[in-house]
């Protein structure tokens, strides 16, 4: 009964997005924008760029809503749409001169089908979440050392505190984050953190 509910509301949904209510275009909105983001900084976009880019697929999808027959394939539409995007910018940008490596084991992953991707980074969501809730400095030095792919050197710099410090935050997140989130979750944590170093 839980799920015919969910299905029932998933349908009214659709059907007043493919009439181009505003009311239900944000809804479509806050349920991927998030998750959208974190895919195109997942790429190599930086954060405000990957904003900008999500925004931007957002009003393409604004003048295709009518043509969606279900919200799956509406998410679609948003990650290959990014996806398409992010390649244009980093190419058009030689993004790729900087993090070839990098970018090519992402590309790699990005040929994952829609559901895996969908999947890895409602993952991903739950843990930029708990990273979001944590003390104040420790959060700052977490979304900086994850999230942006800095070293411990340029935290420092830019926070204006000691390298040691960076450590002693940085340790203290992963203690936090390892009673908070699940193990699985724990597990793609710790390799999102090694992959950025």
Known sequence: MKSSSKYENELDL????????????????????PTLCLFLTKMGIERFQAEEIAHDIFLKLW???????SLDSVRAFLYISSKNAAL??????????????????QQEWTEFSVDT???????????????????????????????????????????????GTV???KARGIALLKERLTF?????FLFILQYSL
Do not use: H, W
């Open 14 to 33: 659709l059907a007043q997005f493919k009439r181009g209510e505003v009311s239900a275009f944000e809804i479509v909105f806050k349920m991927n924008y």
């Open 63 to 69: 003048d295709k809503c009518g043509n969606f027959d």
């Open 88 to 105: 244009n910018f980093l190419d058009k940008t030689k993004r790729l001169q900087k993090k070839e490596e990098t970018f090519l084991a």
């Open 117 to 163: 991707q969908v999947v890895y980074l409602e993952t991903l969501k739950v843990i930029q979440e708990n990273i979001e809730s944590l003390p104040e400095q420790c959060k700052k030095v977490m979304q900086m050392l994850v999230f942006d792919g800095l070293e411990a050197q340029e935290v420092a710099d830019q926070l204006g505190i000691s390298r």
């Open 167 to 169: 450590y002693s935050q």
């Open 184 to 188: 699985d979750q724990f597990l793609l």
